[in-house]
C-alpha cells in the first residue's frame, strides 16, 4: 500500500511563489511516473502535472505552464511542484499520486493521501 504525505501549501499573494514536497512510501518509488493534481472548491480533481521516472519527460496543464515546476528526488522518495506567479484561480488542495501515463494523466494509486491547501489571494 503507498502512502503519500503532501506538504507545503499556504496562503500567497497573487504573484506568489510556493513549493510544495510530496513524500512516498510503501512503494518503489523511481519506478513510476508521479504527478500533481488540484481539487478547487466545488469542482473536480484535475490533472495539474507529471513526469516520467527519468525526471526528463514532463507535462503540464496549458494553465500552469512556464509557472509550474515538477521535479523529483528519487533518492529521497519525493516529488516537488514548484510554483510561481501564482493565480489565484490556482486556489485548490493539491495532491500527488502516481499517472498511468504523461498524456492522459489517470492517476495510477486509489489511495490518495490528505493533500496541502493553496490559497492566492488577489
Known amino acids: 500500500q503507498v502512502q503519500l504525505v503532501e506538504s507545503g501549501g499556504g496562503l500567497v499573494q497573487a504573484g506568489g511563489s510556493l513549493r510544495l514536497s510530496c513524500v512516498a512510501s510503501g512503494r518503489t518509488f523511481s519506478n513510476y511516473r508521479m504527478g500533481w493534481f488540484r481539487q478547487a472548491p466545488g469542482k473536480e480533481r484535475e490533472f495539474v502535472a507529471a513526469?516520467?521516472?527519468?525526471?526528463?519527460?514532463?507535462r503540464y496543464i496549458d494553465s500552469v505552464k512556464g509557472r509550474f515546476t515538477i521535479s523529483r528526488d528519487n533518492a529521497k522518495n519525493t516529488v516537488y511542484l514548484q510554483m510561481n506567479s501564482l493565480k489565484p484561480e490556482d486556489t485548490a488542495v493539491y495532491y500527488c499520486n502516481g499517472v498511468l501515463s504523461l498524456i492522459g494523466g489517470q492517476a495510477l494509486f486509489d489511495a490518495w493521501g490528505q493533500g496541502t491547501q493553496v490559497t492566492v489571494s488577489s
Open positions: 513526469m516520467h521516472w527519468d525526471g526528463v519527460s514532463k
